[in-house]
């Protein structure tokens, strides 16, 4: 037993004084406190969406104000003109846009007077259906009382009815469904609202896996420094 303890102690000294075994130690330490000082980053979730707006209606300003508060994955944002709008899509600042024209709102209620919003994208944009239903949703919010109004004044001249006092009647219980969270409400996994715009991302080192194979390294070549010893009696000389 004094024996081996002699040997080990021989050897530990002998594998303590080679460059190689210091500089993976040294490297271990190294890597441990640059990993423990690297900071974490935010990364946004959502895609970008350019919005353009032509129509100088109270309801198209809505509308844009809706979706550029809307928690979607995406993030609308406006521009001012459609140079801005394709500089943007081009370079990658928004992945794609939507070009709202003059009077819009002014000819929504009929199909044969409808005027179509633009969609800019690129050819690699593959989201563009999600993001015409996001967009499709909040302008139903605002364009499905104007449909709503026509239909209700079409209906009064035909029965002679009181238009205005349905239109207010119609409008208040509308606008109390699109103001409050009846009908829908979107939550988190947690049951909380959900409010997440980013994730906290942050840099992951092997340092386990590294330690494990510089320990393997260690054990390989002070096991064959062994057998060498063994092989040539050097511990004996």
């Not at 844009?64 to 990658?92: N, P, Q």
């Not at 979107?186 to 906290?200: L, N, P």
């Not at 096991?223 to 004996?236: I, R």
Request: one cysteine or more.
């Amino acid at each position: 037993m004094k024996s081996f303890f002699i040997r080990f102690t021989i050897m530990t000294k002998r594998i303590l004084k080679q460059p190689v075994y210091i500089v993976m130690l040294l490297l271990l330490f190294v890597m441990t406190a640059l990993y423990s000082r690297i900071p974490e980053r935010e990364k946004s979730l959502y895609i970008p969406v350019a919005i353009l707006n032509l129509d100088e209606s109270e309801t198209a300003s809505l509308l844009v104000s809706d979706l550029i508060s809307a928690r979607s994955v995406f993030t609308f944002y406006a521009v001012s003109s459609e140079d801005e709008m394709y500089e943007d899509i081009l370079s990658g600042k928004a992945e794609m846009g939507y070009r709202i024209p003059e009077h819009f709102f002014d000819t929504c209620t009929a199909m044969d007077t409808l005027q179509k919003i633009r969609v800019f994208t690129t050819e690699g944009t593959l989201l563009t259906p999600l993001a015409n239903d996001v967009f499709y949703s909040y302008f139903f919010r605002r364009s499905a009382l104007l449909i709503l109004n026509d239909r209700l004044q079409e209906l009064a001249d035909t029965e002679k009815l009181n238009a205005e006092t349905l239109i207010q009647e119609a409008g208040a219980l509308y606008r109390s469904y699109l103001e409050s969270d009846s009908v829908f409400s979107v939550e988190d996994a947690s049951g909380g609202k959900y409010e997440d715009v980013t994730e906290t991302r942050s840099i992951h080192l092997p340092i386990r896996k590294l330690s494990a194979f510089f320990l393997l390294t260690a054990a390989l070549l002070g096991t064959a420094s062994c057998l060498y010893d063994k092989e040539h009696n050097v511990f004996l000389s």
